[in-house]
């Protein structure tokens, strides 16, 4: 039994050693991303303005209202799978205000989530929705960052979609499904059963992520890209006029949007 306690200690302590390192990896990619173009454009505002901060305050409200609102898709996976919107605030809030602000607005919404409703997945669907959530956000707003028109949103977007798609589905069978039963005490072959009930084509975690975590991946970049692309035009004039950075005119930021 104190075996069994000190192991199961020792898996914690991993975990949350994985998820700040995680983190810290995510806030360095996009500060390093952000600062190249600050630096390149002349911009002397800091990353992280007090207008900025604000802003990301009010997009991981948003973020965590739609996050609350998650709901199983029964027909393609597990209902410990779930899905939901909350990386539209996210993208948009990134294509408005950088990468880092992207970055921070997934992992406040995670903080606010948990202290809202808490955790049902010991802790590890929060990190796969932080980290998932970046590896669409990140990508596509790194790319957007480099030249604000709308066909390198729409590139963005996809590059982001298609980044979301593979990383979140290979992320899950190498580290997530097995620290999930590590940590909820689930055997994987448990999981894979419960998958198989679903999708006769399960037999294995590699056939799991493909035919159960993956389309739910594709439907929810597709989804957030989408919603994003639409209604990122008519929000960026009253968003650009709430974050301008130094050295650079409104004028120029709403023309390039609608390029």
Do not use: W
């Amino acid at each position: 039994m104190g075996n069994g306690l000190l192991q199961s200690i020792a898996d914690n302590v991993v975990f949350v050693l994985v998820c700040a390192g995680v983190a810290v990896g995510l806030f360095a990619i996009a500060y390093a991303a952000e600062k190249y173009v600050y630096k390149r454009d002349g911009i002397t505002e800091r990353i992280l303005s007090t207008r900025k901060i604000t802003m990301i305050g009010l997009f991981s409200a948003l973020a965590m209202i739609l996050h609350i609102f998650d709901f199983p898709v029964l027909f393609l996976a597990p209902g410990f799978y779930k899905l939901d919107f909350s990386e539209i605030p996210a993208l948009v809030g990134a294509f408005a205000f950088g990468p880092v602000a992207g970055v921070m607005i997934e992992f406040c919404k995670i903080l606010l989530k948990l202290v809202v409703k808490g955790t049902s997945t010991a802790f590890v669907g929060d990190l796969a929705n932080f980290v998932i959530g970046c590896s669409l956000v990140l990508p596509a707003s790194i790319i957007y960052m480099f030249k604000k028109t709308r066909k390198n949103a729409v590139l963005a977007c996809l590059a982001g979609s298609l980044v979301m798609t593979v990383f979140g589905t290979a992320f899950n069978g190498v580290y997530l499904l097995p620290a999930f039963s590590k940590l909820f005490g689930m055997p994987l072959e448990a999981i894979i059963a419960a998958g198989a009930e679903i999708n006769g084509n399960i037999n294995s975690i590699t056939s799991f992520v493909c035919f159960a975590v993956a389309p739910i991946n594709i439907i929810k970049s597709v989804a957030a890209s989408a919603v994003t692309l639409v209604i990122y035009k008519p929000l960026s004039p009253i968003l650009k006029h709430a974050h301008v950075p130094a050295g650079r005119k409104v004028t120029d930021n709403v023309k390039n949007v609608t390029q």
